[in-house]
């Protein structure tokens, strides 16, 4: 049997669909292809960057910024000294881009100066930390990205 060109034609175009087919459901059927986003409320983020951006700049100005060590028991974020830490109050956003399941938030309480994040709670590898924390009359934000 001889193929002309016109069945060449339709063999080629049913092949490349079958192909772009077989292509979008692997992508949209395996986990290993599906990713997060950072955020679900993206665009409410989006407007609150620039105060988050005034905040930063706030923090830059402080005589000692926060600081982080890890230590036997975990993540220990330390607060300046300078600032009365009963007046300290905010959040602690840990955010892990490898799977949304770890992310986790906690408030700020403090005894000290210094905040303990318990080791059970972190995993090793790449972690983001956002620190959003004010005093009395002003806020301020902190941002790094650590590995545990």
Known sequence: MKINWGTGIVVAFIGFISFIMYFIITMSVNDKYDF????????????????????????KTLATNLNWS???????????????????????????????????EIPISLSNHNLLIPDKRLLGG???????????????????????
């Open 36 to 59: 997060d986003l950072v955020t679900e409320d993206y665009y409410g983020q989006e407007l609150e960057f620039q105060e988050d951006l005034n905040k930063e700049a706030l923090s």
């Open 70 to 104: 890890k230590n036997s028991e975990g993540l220990s974020i330390n607060f300046p000294k300078d600032i009365d830490y009963n007046t300290i109050t905010g959040t602690v956003f840990l955010y892990r881009p490898s799977n949304k399941q770890f992310d986790f």
């Open 126 to 148: 790449r972690w983001n930390i956002k620190i959003d924390w004010k005093t009395a009359d002003k806020a301020y934000i902190y941002k790094t990205e650590i590995i545990y």
